[in-house]
């Protein structure tokens, strides 16, 4: 989720207008919600401290609404709560430590969140079976979408591939 999307996430939850947190940040009254709607939109990209401004004012942490970096432990867990905010994901702890999962029922992004996710776990569990082999799981990981059948993403052949076809065959399709 990019920053602006973020923004507006954490400005309704707050129950804020555009108006109202742009101008407690400081921009004038008179241009304020247009400079929040020009951030939320993504057409103009806060910097570092009106990113700061707006997290504080926000009740965040500025990495709850920077895109965040996986590099880090830090920027890996605000990936996972944006992903708890979007798609539903959700954490538990159990017996044999943390686990992860998705919900399929908390709306249309958990769904098809879930649904890839499962591609993936087929994926994983052909390749811990023997099944597949390493290359194949990574060939599917590293292509992703394009060698999963099942995600309605995997590309088609072409217009003109199809019609060079239908000509070459043309002959063999009347009968």
Not at 147 to 173: H, I, N, R, T, W
Request: with cysteine.
């Amino acid at each position: 989720m990019a920053i602006g999307e973020r923004i507006r996430f954490f400005r309704n939850l707050r129950g804020m207008t555009q108006k109202y947190l742009g101008t407690v940040v400081g921009f004038p009254e008179k241009t304020a919600d247009i400079r929040m709607a020009q951030y939320e939109s993504g057409s103009r990209t806060p910097k570092a401290d009106l990113t700061e401004s707006l997290a504080g004012v926000l009740g965040v942490s500025p990495l709850a609404l920077s895109v965040p970096d996986i590099d880090s432990y830090l920027g890996l867990m605000h990936t996972l709560f944006t992903l708890e905010d979007r798609y539903g994901l959700t954490v538990e702890k159990n017996e044999s430590g943390v686990s992860m999962r998705i919900d399929p029922r908390k709306g249309k992004d958990a769904a098809e969140l879930c649904k890839m996710v499962s591609a993936w776990a087929e994926q994983a569990e052909q390749y811990h079976s023997g099944e597949i082999s390493r290359e194949d799981y990574d060939r599917w990981r590293y292509n992703y979408p394009k060698y999963d059948e099942a995600s309605g993403y995997v590309k088609v052949p072409s217009q003109e591939l199809s019609d060079a076809m239908v000509e070459a065959f043309k002959d063999q399709l009347k009968d």
